[in-house]
């Protein structure tokens, strides 16, 4: 029941995060970010957020370098909707899994390319 209750918990804070980023947070370094996961400690006191950035590498950087600048106040308008006994310190991780799911199919593709290339050639 424990488990259940940390995914319900972070679950929740993944989609205050979201909606706060897309109307509040004022710093124009924060570009298009999508929230992917949250994962909150047993003791609910940490919740790290793992986020997937997109743009050129140096805009991303520079997004998660502004979302770090952000958490305090991230968290304080997380403490006003979600009521937790304490209101998680938020950490903020690149989360690279989406581009590393598109660098693998881009590798397939070409192998499959390569493959029907040598069973045409045979013909």
């Not at 124009?28 to 994962?39: M, T």
């Not at 991303?60 to 370098?65: C, E, N």
């Not at 308008?77 to 660098?103: A, I």
């Amino acid at each position: 029941m424990r488990e259940n209750r940390l995914k319900r918990v972070g679950e929740l804070i993944r989609e205050e995060i979201a909606a706060l980023l897309t109307k509040g947070v004022k710093d124009p370094r924060v570009g298009f970010v999508s929230v992917l996961a949250v994962r909150v400690s047993s003791d609910l006191r940490y919740a790290n957020v793992y986020v997937s950035l997109y743009g050129k590498e140096n805009e991303r950087k520079s997004s998660l370098i502004a979302l770090k600048n952000s958490a305090g106040w991230i968290r304080r308008e997380l403490g006003k909707t979600v009521r937790l006994r304490f209101t998680p310190e938020l950490r903020f991780f690149e989360d690279d899994t989406l581009d590393r799911v598109f660098h693998m199919e881009e590798v397939f593709r070409e192998i499959h390319e390569e493959q029907e290339g040598d069973k045409n050639a045979g013909k």
